[in-house]
């Protein structure tokens, strides 16, 4: 069982405010991601955990045991965490093989060698480096070193593992491969990770949550599907979904059990009513709606709801081909399953529902209206 809860946990360096008023429980099996551009805060938080950094206010809890308690100025060792540590920057001990750093940790809980070799060997095998077992550390690459470092963490079936970028040094393909690993692991140990990135791809695919960090805050707590969906702000909406999310200006009206959106699409009037419940703003708003590439609908013939529009670029891409399209000054990215079907040049008619769309106020970037209403 691993449960963390962190509380009004406050830390600076300097004059630099990074943590700010920190809440988060990570429930015992999650696999939390924390998220966010470089410098917001989410390596100090891992850190904070692992006992590295002492913040100056706030409280700790691993499985209801106090670990930080900054009004009684208590401060757990690190050793006293029973922690499984991966940083970017990996530290295998130079003089040992790729096995005895892997089972380094095992003969210090006095395994015997039986089973120790079975537990080295099932996490290199994990990692895809069985191979390189009697390999020195100087001998790899940063990648593989990286795996290692991996390797060394999950060796003994860990309850709470704290993993920091751990497979930014791999080429795509291994990056995938190890999504997968690390996925897969998650799922027959039921051990709690707390998982640091910036590489929103890697908090999709494996989470079940994410926190979003910005500016030493967490700005939104949600699985996966949530935040894609639903970015509670316009920051988030821009962070999350490769390709970017579409924003268009438009005006907003409070009507009956809605929303009114308004905005001119070069000669097209767009304007839609939208079922919402609770609606934050006063009657009439500045708004930006957001919508996702493949959300939109192109169709090749004129439709009274269907907005005209100018193939701009089009880029393949494999399986989808990513089209920009103008309307007017407006440009638009729009996703679309398979290979290109519209030439540069080309009018085409968009659809876009308002149940696909998310509203913000513009004044304040919060959402008002989620997609799916
Ligand atoms: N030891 C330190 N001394 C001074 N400032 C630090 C120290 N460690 C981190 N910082 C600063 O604290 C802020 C948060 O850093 P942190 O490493 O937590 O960010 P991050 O979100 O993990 O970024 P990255 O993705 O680049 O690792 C940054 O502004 C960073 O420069």
Known sequence: ???????????????????????????????????????????????????????????????????????????????????????????????????????????????????????????????????????????????????????????????????????????????????????????????????????????????????????????QLATPKELYMNPVNLVNADFIGNPRINFIEAMGKKIKDGIRIACSLGDYEFDREAFTDEIPVEKDFACIIGIRPEQITIAEAQGETLIPAIVDTNQFAGSETLITVKIGEESLMIKEIGMERYRVGQTVYLEIKPERCNVYAKASGQLIKCAGQ
């Open 1 to 219: 069982m691993s449960r963390i809860e962190l509380a009004h946990i406050n830390k600076h360096y300097g004059s630099n405010h990074v943590l700010k008023d920190i809440n988060l429980t990570i429930e015992d099996g999650d696999f939390m991601t924390l998220l966010g551009p470089s410098g917001c805060g989410k390596t100090t938080t891992l850190r904070v955990i692992a006992g590295l950094e002492r913040p100056e206010s706030g409280r700790l809890l691993i499985d209801g045991e106090e670990k930080i308690n900054s009004e009684t100025a208590f401060y757990s060792e690190p050793s006293e965490r029973n922690l499984n540590l991966v940083f970017q920057s990996y530290a295998l001990w130079p003089h040992l093989t790729v096995f005895e750093n892997v089972a380094f940790g095992l003969k210090i809980k006095k395994l015997n060698s039986m089973a120790i070799t079975k537990h080295v060997t099932h996490a290199l095998e994990r990692m895809h480096i069985g191979e390189l077992a009697k390999r020195y550390p100087n001998e790899l690459s940063g990648g593989q070193q990286q795996r290692v470092a991996i390797a060394r963490a999950i060796a003994y079936s860990p309850q709470l593992l704290l993993l920091d970028e751990p497979l930014s040094n791999l080429d795509a393909k291994l990056r995938m491969d190890m999504r997968v690993e690390l996925k897969r692991l998650h799922q027959e140990l039921g051990t709690t990770i707390v998982y640091v990135t910036h590489d929103q791809v890697e908090a999709l695919t494996m989470s079940t949550k994410i926190a979003v960090f910005s500016k030493g805050c967490i700005t």
